[in-house]
């Protein structure tokens, strides 16, 4: 069972610069979930894939964040021009299925520290 | 707007104790509701789930009634163990957007 994976574990970066994660989800899952968690809450939607068509984002994304899924297989998340704010944990997410109640399986995230 | 409200923790309990973790959701629509647990050191997992009205999850002695009535989807087990010191997450979702609660941290002592 290779799960989720989600790499770097950790980032920590200077504000204003660029970040890129990386997703691998299990291998036959169509939808592909990101989410980002501070400290003390829960995961907050960021964004939704499903195969490689990006159909949902949240209206709290920024302009700063775009994600890709080019293939319908890994999926990256870029932050441009990084802020205070942006330091969390950045968790991914998949799930097998037509429909959204399908269970998800998590990686383990990356956690960003913003100098 | 959409949401969930779940009870605030943390929460400890001795070995063979009864828990209820309360749950409350708002959603325009029918939604599907959860429940993930984070083990500590590992990622989130689902514990449980429910798709309709008056469903009921279950999984590893834990359950929790969708109840529409109420917009209540509670979690409880009759006795707890040292290993299911965790953090709860309560969630739901409606069409392709997840809301989860804040969790709620167990901690369970012999």
């Known amino acids: 069972d290779t799960g989720v994976s989600q790499d770097p574990r950790h980032k920590i970066t200077k504000r204003g610069q660029n970040v890129t994660f990386r997703c691998d989800p299990i291998s036959e899952h169509n939808r592909l979930y990101w989410y980002r968690q501070t400290l003390g809450q829960g995961p907050e939607f960021l964004t939704y894939f499903q195969n490689e068509a990006q159909l949902e984002k949240s209206r709290l994304l920024s302009d700063r964040f775009s994600a890709e899924r080019p293939k319908g297989s890994f999926s990256t998340l870029e932050i441009q021009r990084t802020e205070q704010g942006d330091s969390a944990m950045y968790l991914c997410?998949?799930?097998?299925?037509?429909?959204?109640?399908?269970?998800?399986?998590f990686g383990d995230g990356t956690r960003l520290s913003i100098l | 707007g959409d949401s969930v409200t779940q009870m605030e923790g943390p929460v400890t309990l001795s070995e063979e104790a009864f828990l209820t973790i309360n749950c409350t959701y708002t959603?325009?629509?029918?939604?599907?509701l959860f429940w993930y647990v984070q083990y500590p050191g590992e990622g989130l997992q689902l514990l449980l789930k429910a798709t309709k009205a008056d469903d009921k999850g279950s999984n590893k002695g834990f359950e929790a009634t969708y109840r529409k009535e109420t917009t209540s989807f509670h979690l409880e087990k009759g006795s707890v163990q040292v290993s299911d010191s965790a953090v709860y997450f309560c969630a739901q979702n409606t069409g392709n957007q997840f809301y989860f609660g804040t969790g709620t941290s167990l901690t369970v002592i012999p």
């Open positions: 959603a325009t629509g029918y939604p599907s």
């Open positions: 997410a998949s799930s097998l299925g037509d429909y959204s109640n399908q269970p998800q399986h």
